[in-house]
């Protein structure tokens, strides 16, 4: 009994617009029968194939298939049709088609089995996946291309996640820090710096994250380094922070510094150590040249003049002393060649050594023990640190600012020494680099002063402000400032006069290994 005439109007309106969504659907539609006779095809999937629909309708479907599944298909459906096990029918996969021009390319295939009355058909959903695989392989060589990059990069490349885990650490980055990259993934990233950093690294994000405030992120800085061992070491760190689909990482790029930094402290002392060594050399050369010649000619004029023109009415003794005058005046012109001579040539200093620089008080103030006894001065000090130096140069640099301190104390009252030591650095969170730990040693006595607008004075080469009051040639502090700038450091005074004065001496703990 057929349906009602409006049920077959649905009927053939609902198979109308099945056919149209298929004619227009933009995947490949194809139906086969049981022996993979290909019954209907729609405008994709000819397009797909290169094929008009006529020409692929009633052909056996293997002939879109590249070998070997070509030759094996009739053999895949006979298997379905006694096993009813199915390599795509209700799962899909990617396989490889064969075009009308004999190209291959790949597309996502998905088929289901569909059963009418009397007979089976099968219908393949064919989606065109070359743009996709294309996509693919570019993203793939495009990520092979950044990997090798990164693997062969010489700086050192570290990922964190926002908890600051390690999630990918380069080959010259487990190098730098001393570590088997396996070691560093998954551990924290404040492993590899020292303190304070380490222990404020967590407040560090958490501020970040909280304000937006950068430190470090797109900006870069200079900042310290641990490796495994307990090296620290300068570097620069520039850090960028990259928003992925469902997260965000911050990728850090670590470049050593170390010879940079080395190079700096080098150029530094040696620029220091040049300008000071002109001036004094420049002040050497006046004085010897004036205040030591033009005298020395003097004497050596007149004592000509004598043995020239009084030398006869002289008696023996007064000859002798004519001649032993003219003598000790030409060894005197020959001692001032001699020291400027000497004062132009750089000779090599002792290497420096670990000195302890409390021991080194300790044996001073024992040499100096008679005078201190005499002028009943009173010596106290707190413990003095350890310092890459030479030994010698220290107790000369002591020797010269303790005797300094007694030598101008103030009449009728006893000398009161105190020595005492600071700890500086120059840059914050930066202790890799000979230099950038300092230490200041202060020697502050109730002497006689002085006013501090002479205060460039004192420490040049034989200037004396008292004259010829106290005993010296005016060398010691000059002393005291060569030794220092040796040293990586310098000295001032801070001083008023009837006041007392106090001597500071920086020292560099650490010095470059030549």
């Not at 094996?72 to 009308?100: A, F, M, P, S």
């Not at 999630?167 to 001393?178: D, Q």
């Amino acid at each position: 009994m057929n349906g009602s005439p409006q049920n077959q109007n649905k009927s053939i309106e609902s198979q109308s617009r099945l056919k149209a969504i298929i004619e227009t659907a933009v995947d490949g539609v194809i139906t086969i029968d049981s022996s993979g006779i290909m019954e209907s095809v729609n405008p994709a999937a000819a397009n797909i194939f290169g094929y008009e629909p006529e020409e692929m309708t009633g052909q056996n479907v293997r002939m879109l298939m590249p070998e070997p599944d070509h030759g094996l298909h009739d053999n895949y459906i006979e298997r379905y049709r006694q096993t009813g096990v199915g390599q795509i029918i209700g799962k899909g996969r990617e396989v490889l088609g064969k075009k009308k021009s004999g190209t291959v390319f790949p597309f996502f295939l998905s088929i289901a089995e569909v059963k009418l009355q009397g007979k089976v058909i099968f219908t393949g959903i064919v989606h065109d996946i070359t743009d996709l695989k294309k996509t693919e392989e570019a993203l793939r060589e495009s990520e092979s291309k950044i990997n090798s990059i990164i693997q062969t990069a010489v700086d050192g490349i570290i990922t964190i996640n926002t908890r600051g885990v390690i999630e990918m650490v380069n080959p010259s980055a487990a190098k730098l820090f001393e570590y088997e990259e396996h070691e560093l993934l998954g551990q924290k990233i404040d492993i590899l710096m020292p303190e304070p950093d380490r222990s404020a690294h967590d407040s560090y994000m958490h501020h970040y994250h909280v304000t937006g405030e950068k430190h470090i992120i797109g900006i870069g800085r200079e900042v310290s380094g641990i490796t495994k061992t307990g090296k620290i070491f300068p570097l620069y760190l520039s850090i960028s922070e990259v928003q992925l689909t469902d997260r965000k990482v911050y990728t850090g790029f670590i470049h050593d510094i170390t010879y940079q930094k080395l190079s700096e402290e080098r150029l530094r002392r040696y620029a220091s150590e040049l300008e000071r060594s002109n001036r004094e050399l420049q002040d050497f050369a006046y004085v010897s040249s004036h205040d030591l010649q033009e005298p020395l000619r003097k004497i050596q004029a007149f004592g000509d003049r004598l043995k020239t023109k009084e030398y006869d009415k002289l008696s023996g003794q007064g000859k002798d002393y004519v001649d032993r005058m003219l003598n000790a005046a030409s060894r005197m012109q020959n001692l001032i060649n001699d020291l400027l001579d000497f004062s132009r040539v750089t000779t090599k200093s002792k290497p420096f050594v670990e000195v302890n620089l409390d021991k080194v008080l300790l044996e001073v103030l024992s040499d100096l023990e008679i005078i201190i006894e005499k002028k009943g001065a009173v010596v106290s000090h707190t413990p003095l640190p350890t310092v890459d130096a030479d030994p010698t140069q220290m107790r000369q640099l002591f020797q010269n600012l303790i005797s300094n301190a007694i030598k101008f104390c103030k009449e009728n009252e006893k000398p009161v020494i105190n020595i005492f030591a600071k700890q500086l650095q120059l840059k914050a969170h930066l202790t890799a680099t000979p230099g950038d730990e300092l230490v200041e040693i202060h020697v502050e006595d109730n002497g006689i002063g002085f006013d501090e607008k002479y205060l460039d004075r004192i420490f040049n080469i034989f200037q004396r402000l008292e004259g010829q009051k106290y005993e010296g040639s005016g060398i010691g502090l000059a002393i005291c400032r060569k030794i220092a700038i040796r040293h990586g450091g310098d000295i001032t005074a801070h001083s008023q006069v009837g006041a007392g004065t106090t001597f500071i001496v920086t020292l560099a703990k650490k010095h470059l290994q030549e």
